[in-house]
């Protein structure tokens, strides 16, 4: 929450803190990984291949389905 909070504010490197911290406490926090992933991604953040890599876990554990993959840009 705080996350999406952040980011809407534009402040996108605190959101990515934030989710980070969001997955240290839930490893399996899609929104989180998601967002932090598009955003990495967009500003070019060396966190990105951070979340790259629970993306790629969740798909290979089967917990990244169809319909959660339509949010990653």
Do not use: P
């Amino acid at each position: 929450m705080m996350g999406y909070c952040l980011n809407s504010l534009g402040r996108k490197q605190e959101a990515l803190i934030s989710f980070l911290k969001t997955l240290e406490v839930d490893s399996t926090n899609l929104s989180a990984g998601i967002n932090g992933y598009n955003i990495s991604k967009e500003i070019k953040h060396d966190s990105f291949e951070k979340f790259k890599r629970y993306l790629d876990q969740w798909e290979t554990e089967g917990i990244l389905g169809e319909e959660e993959k339509v949010y990653i840009k």
